[in-house]
């Protein structure tokens, strides 16, 4: 299929501009999705950075207080005593210490449903006493009342628990008061079962302060509030092993969220407006998502997500991220969800603090600079192919131009020229295409000249430099062929009637050897010599040159009936190896045979009589069964020192 060059340069350019276009939107939407992450990640681990400070600020005294009270003789002498009793009252004591030093502490904001509540109010609220501050879940007020600020969060209210969140554990992992608060802390997350030989190893690995001295991890208690659990090892002074743990539990910080969300929304839009997107994060416990932020449509999808994928990473303190698309107002967005695991390596069930931020802003910005881009690519494109069409003009009209000289000369017209318009490479093409068509016209003319004056296969083989001087050995069969009395039937003639009659009769003799594939090597004034198997051999060389001479007097025989002109001609044949090849100079060459051979066939046209054809024994030989000869001995011919014996023929065979 035939495309234009004017077609070829549109469609390359709409390519390349279309490969531009797409490769800048490619880069550029990655850019902001880098952009947009970087910033998502930031600002989640500013979160982490400030709930870590102020998770180790709040629990480094309530540590500090629990190993105290676990290092106490009352709770060390009960355990060692192993009475049930005397635990019971231990633990009042412990917990009546606990509960003295949390009213006695600085407030601390913690987790609540309604926003901050303070570390001494939430805390007794957790321990069963109403918290103090107006608004509290202790003053009646529902958990899923919702706030102006969080239209879709809800929260249910956190019932207080039986005993407070205060337990102890015997050496093998058993509960000795009746905490059942703790109970889904102890299974461990393995289908309920108890694991005491974990808990044996904690604890032991505590009590050597191999790793840390106490380990924290997060559960649920019955009325849905978050707790952070730490469990402390109680050690016998004397052998220093473990005797049992202390466990306590301390309602959770809330991680910032609320002032995370806020602060994202003024950073991302400079609004102060609740329902702006911002940053939405919570805290996901045992496939359950706890937040007040996070939208409750989402929360199950987030929470399975990030199930799954919390399996695979529970032992690792990085962050992981995990894409989803959630609904808003009807259409499916993608957000990002970006996990830390809070309790790594923890022989408890892990507990994950979880970020959420739409990328609908980040789509809408990819597809408004993508939409500027394609705009900007289509402009580029038709401002492109405007210059395409002005510039093909220029540049086709010359090239047809040249297609059609090409066209002349391919039919041999070789007067064709093309102008030269321009000076750039099309007009230097169109010059050298001049020059060829010039150098064509010679070269025909030299061919026509040399044709003329040599023989096509040799002319042909001097025009393409096949043949340089020197030669070859070959074996050839020359024939002579010369006018019988050429002397006499000239004298008198005019010298125009002399050529007239040549012209005449070597234009039949040469048409005679080229019918049987020979070569006419030259003229050489009323004889013809003409070679068979030089420079290239068809085959049966001896029978061609043979079968030609008897041709030839045939064919005389006719003009002399036809003609103008009335005489004979004799022919010599002689076959054998001979030298061939270009002889001469580098200006003048002339291809020909020089040998015995090429004499002998000369002496043998000079005595064959009128009409009569004279072969040697080697060309008799060769024939064979297919040439009727008569036999000539004791020929003397000139240059031979000895006699020569040779054959007429008389007939060939069919």
Known sequence: MFISLRTKLILVMSLVVA???????????????????????????????????????????????????????????????????????????????????????????????????????????ALGRPPSREGSPGDGQSFNKKRPSDSSASWSTPKPPSEPPVGVLDANGELLNPADIFLPMLRLGNKGSKKPDELRTMLKRMSEKVDREQEV?????????????????????????PLGALVVGVPMSDLGERALHAFSQRANNGSKADDEEG??????????????????????????????????????????????????????????????????DSPFPPAAQVCLYSMASEVAEVREIQSRIIGTG???????????????????????ALVAGTEAVRRGDYDISVPVTTHDEIGALAASFNEMTEGLKMKQKYQRVLAQVADPEVADQLMNNETALGGEMRDVTMLFCDIRGFTSLTSGMAPDEVIDMLNEHMTAMTAIVYEHGGVVDKFVGDMVMALFGAPTTHGFDAL???????????????????????????????????????????????????GERVNLASRLCTNAAEGQVMIDDVTLAILEETVIAEVLPGLALKGFPSTVTAYRVVALKA
Request: with cysteine; charged share 25%.
């Open 544 to 594: 061609r040159a043979t079968r030609c001479a008897v041709r030839m007097v045939e064919e005389r025989e006719r003009l002399n009936t036809a003609g103008n002109w009335r005489f004979q001609v004799g022919i010599g044949i002689a076959t054998g190896r001979v030298i061939a090849g270009c002889m001469g100079s580098e200006e003048r060459m002339d291809y020909t045979v020089l």
């Open 217 to 241: 991890t997060y559960q649920m208690n019955p009325g849905g509030l978050p707790l952070e659990v730490i469990i402390t090892p109680i050690i016998d002074p004397k052998t220093r092993q």
């Open 279 to 344: 940053i939405s994060s919570g805290f996901w416990l045992d496939g359950h998502l706890h937040t007040q932020t996070i939208p409750e449509s989402a929360r199950e999808e987030i929470a399975t997500a990030v199930g799954q994928r919390i399996e695979e990473v529970k032992d690792e303190d990085y962050f992981h991220d995990i894409r989803v698309n959630l609904r808003e107002n009807g259409k499916s967005v993608p957000h990002k969800v970006l996990f830390r695991v809070l309790n790594p």
């Open 378 to 400: 289509a402009l580029a494109l038709a401002v492109a192919l405007a210059l395409i069409l002005i510039v093909t003009y220029r540049l086709t009209q010359p090239i047809r």
């Open 19 to 125: 490969a531009a276009t797409g490769s800048t939107s490619w880069i550029t939407q990655g850019f902001v999705e880098r952009t947009y992450e970087r910033r998502f990640v930031d600002d989640f681990k500013a979160e982490i950075r400030t709930f870590s400070g102020r998770q180790l600020e709040r629990l480094d005294r309530v540590r500090k207080n629990c190993q105290e009270q676990a290092s106490s003789a009352v709770l060390v002498k009960a355990m060692q005593s192993g009475s049930k009793d005397k635990i019971k009252e231990a633990i009042k004591t412990v917990t009546g210490s606990l509960q003295t030093f949390v009213r006695n502490r600085d407030e601390q904001p913690v987790m609540g449903p309604q926003g901050f509540l303070t570390m001494d109010n939430q805390f007794r609220g």
